[in-house]
């Protein structure tokens, strides 16, 4: 299966279909997911207005994975001056535990890699999510000790238990 996913830069026609496997990954308990946060947020992930504003950034660039020609997985870069930013990794839920997420990953790292002089890939990852931590942690990412609150007033869902990012990162070499 892996051979088979194709990457290709998101297009603007994709933000319909974008916005409903992000808040399929995160936001039900359908297929194989195991990345669902159902429990601890209500609401949608993300909404059209704001993957439009990250569209607009010229320091983001969104990365689509497909297979047979159907977007199965995304993920999301912001170029920062020492450090690029990983964000809105999805993959959709009947292809969850198939190690997509880790192909989807290494890629985009690569990717990185080959078209920035940065130092560091950084992502924010929920306090409670501890499965999802142990994940990053197996490929490589540490938890730096840097924390932020949850973004209650930007629209990603209202917290249903006591909730804060973590910052995770991981050196380019």
């Known amino acids: 299966m892996m051979q088979n996913l194709k990457y290709r830069t998101a297009e ?3 933000i319909p279909l974008l916005i409903e496997l992000m808040n399929s990954a995160y936001r039900s308990d359908v ?8 429990e601890i947020v209500e609401g949608d992930r993300i909404n059209q207005q704001q ?17 047979d020609h159907e977007i199965v997985a995304c993920i999301g870069l912001t170029f920062l001056k020492s450090s690029v930013e990983i964000g809105t990794f999805s993959i959709a ?3 969850q535990n ?8 290494s890629y985009a790292e690569e990717f990185i890699k080959e078209n920035a002089q940065v130092h560091e890939y ?9 499965e999802l931590i142990a994940y990053y942690e197996r490929r ?3 938890p730096t000790g840097v924390k932020d609150i949850y973004p209650v007033d930007a629209g990603v869902g209202q917290p ?14």
């Open 12 to 14: 603007h026609k994709d």
């Open 122 to 130: 950084v992502m924010w990852v929920l306090n409670v999510r501890l």
């Open 93 to 95: 839920p009947q292809y």
């Open 140 to 142: 490589g990412y540490v």
């Open 160 to 173: 249903l238990v006591e909730l804060h990012l973590i910052e995770m990162a991981k050196p380019i070499t």
């Open 51 to 67: 993957l439009e504003q990250y569209w607009v950034q010229d320091n983001f660039q969104l990365i689509v994975a497909e297979l």
């Open 31 to 38: 297929g194989r997911s195991w990345t669902s946060e159902t």
């Open 98 to 105: 198939l190690g997509i997420g880790k192909h989807v990953l």
